[in-house]
């Protein structure tokens, strides 16, 4: 089973600033990584997939890159409605793994 | 506009079991894998069980096989999950999931509580 492992745990970022969410693999998987939102009370929400490609209605302001082991999900311009819980997934291999979510706070 | 309607849930007793419903609307059901995903109390997303488009081939995580199973109506766009010998452990919020390919899940449901206590 691939481990996902995200850093840090909890983020606190003023508005307006870049908030910088990393996830690292055990093994390779190569570009096959999603990342989700979750809001408090809500269902996880697909943000990016192949570790750099927005899902439909995301804002630009949401960028994903990496490849291999290490990746990143870059949150620019950050807004108040931004404050959540942000998951990757692999989907190199199976079982489907998450790594076990960064949370986002607003300053 | 895709809709994932999860029900079934509620409060049983550990080595009960609970049967989850899903009604999905909005897209070609049978044109797409299915998923359970969970998320106990205060932690992080488990995917627990997936299902082919026909419903030839399904996976669960090992902390379910033996005692989920998964399966789905295509005529009427329903995905199930039936929960046998139920656990503590299996507390969850409980979120249906369409996948795409059997890669990564784009769209999900709004979740349902199981809770197994005694």
């Known amino acids: 089973e691939i481990v996902m492992t995200q850093s840090p745990a909890t983020l606190s970022v003023s508005p307006g600033e870049r908030a910088t969410l990393s996830c690292r693999a055990s093994q390779s998987v190569w570009s096959k990584l999603a990342w989700y939102q979750q809001k408090v009370g809500q269902a996880p929400r697909l943000l990016m997939f192949g570790a750099s490609t927005r899902a439909t209605g995301i804002p630009a302001r949401f960028s994903g890159s990496g490849s291999g082991t290490e990746f990143t999900l870059t949150i620019d311009r950050l807004q108040s409605e931004d404050s959540a819980i942000y998951y990757c997934?692999?989907?190199?291999?199976?079982?489907?793994?998450f790594g076990q979510g960064i949370r986002v706070e607003i300053k | 506009e895709v809709q994932l309607l999860e029900s079934g849930g509620g409060l049983i007793q550990p080595g009960g079991s609970l049967r989850l419903s899903c009604a999905a609307s909005g897209f070609t059901f049978n044109n797409f894998s299915m998923a359970w995903v969970r998320q106990p109390p205060g932690t992080g997303l488990e995917w627990v069980s997936v299902?082919?488009?026909?419903?030839?081939?399904?996976y669960y995580a090992d902390s379910v096989k033996g005692r989920f199973t998964i399966s789905r109506d295509n005529s009427k766009n329903t995905l199930s999950l039936r929960m046998d010998s139920l656990r503590v452990e299996d507390t969850a919020v409980y979120y249906c999931a369409k996948l795409f390919g059997l890669r990564y899940f784009d769209h999900w449901g709004q979740g349902i509580l199981v809770t197994v206590s005694s």
């Open positions: 997934q692999q989907y190199n291999n199976w079982p489907l793994t």
């Open positions: 299902i082919s488009i026909h419903g030839t081939n399904t």
